[in-house]
């Protein structure tokens, strides 16, 4: 399955900043061919057993990745409160939301959420976010220990321009 011999790193982009990718490759010292960019342009909610790990997992495998790197805004936040309270304000969803408050509640490990609010607000910050894809992404039990797992947080000062973006 395994048909690159050199190593690669996977750059795992959070967010829909078309420049990343440009910015990435300029920025790093690594080989252009030695690259490999995964993006995922909405809210990522890494399951270990989900499709966005199995493509992941599959790219390591695939293209001897030696790195990963989650690539995120440092600043960037999510707003779901009107999805929210538009759900929580429909009362014939009253009996499924206790239905699934039940679950996440009583069926752990299936959801590590406490809640079902828990469960769709995420976490309140992009970095939240980045640090737990992390974790899942180190302790998966089908990456290798020698896989590197880490985090980039890009801040772009001029959203037209990448070359105004700074790593951090």
Same mark, same amino acid.
């Given at each position: 399955?395994? +048909?690159?011999?050199?190593?690669?790193?996977? *750059?795992? #982009?959070?967010?829909?900043?078309?420049?990343?990718?440009?910015?990435?490759? $300029?920025?790093?010292?690594?080989?252009? =061919?030695?690259? &490999?960019?995964?993006?995922?342009?909405?809210?990522?909610?890494?399951? /270990?057993?989900?499709?966005?790990? +199995? =493509?992941?997992?599959? %790219?390591? *495998?695939?293209? @001897? &990745?030696?790195?990963? #790197?989650? #690539?995120?805004? $440092?600043?960037?936040?999510?707003?779901?409160? =009107?999805?929210?309270? $538009?759900? *929580?304000?429909?009362? !014939?969803?009253?009996?499924? +939301?206790?239905?699934?408050?039940?679950?996440? @509640?009583?069926?752990?490990?299936?959801?590590?959420?406490?809640?079902? $609010?828990?469960?769709? !607000?995420?976490?309140?910050?992009?970095?939240?976010?980045?640090?737990? &894809?992390? +974790?899942?992404?180190?302790?998966? /039990?089908?990456?290798?220990?020698?896989?590197?797992?880490?985090?980039? *947080?890009?801040?772009?000062? %001029?959203? @037209?321009?990448? !070359? !105004?973006?700074?790593?951090?």
């Amino acid at each position: 399955m395994n +048909r690159d011999k050199k190593k690669k790193t996977l *750059y795992f #982009v959070i967010g829909s900043e078309s420049e990343w990718e440009g910015f990435i490759k $300029k920025s790093t010292s690594i080989n252009r =061919d030695e690259i &490999i960019i995964l993006q995922n342009d909405g809210p990522v909610f890494l399951q /270990p057993f989900g499709d966005l790990m +199995r =493509d992941i997992i599959i %790219n390591v *495998y695939q293209h @001897n &990745i030696e790195e990963i #790197v989650v #690539v995120s805004s $440092k600043d960037s936040q999510k707003d779901s409160e =009107d999805a929210l309270t $538009k759900i *929580y304000g429909q009362k !014939e969803l009253q009996e499924k +939301r206790t239905t699934l408050d039940y679950l996440l @509640n009583h069926c752990q490990p299936e959801f590590p959420e406490q809640s079902l $609010k828990e469960w769709l !607000e995420g976490s309140n910050s992009l970095t939240d976010q980045v640090e737990k &894809i992390v +974790r899942t992404l180190r302790h998966h /039990p089908l990456i290798a220990p020698d896989v590197k797992v880490s985090e980039l *947080y890009l801040e772009q000062a %001029n959203e @037209n321009a990448a !070359e !105004e973006m700074s790593i951090f």
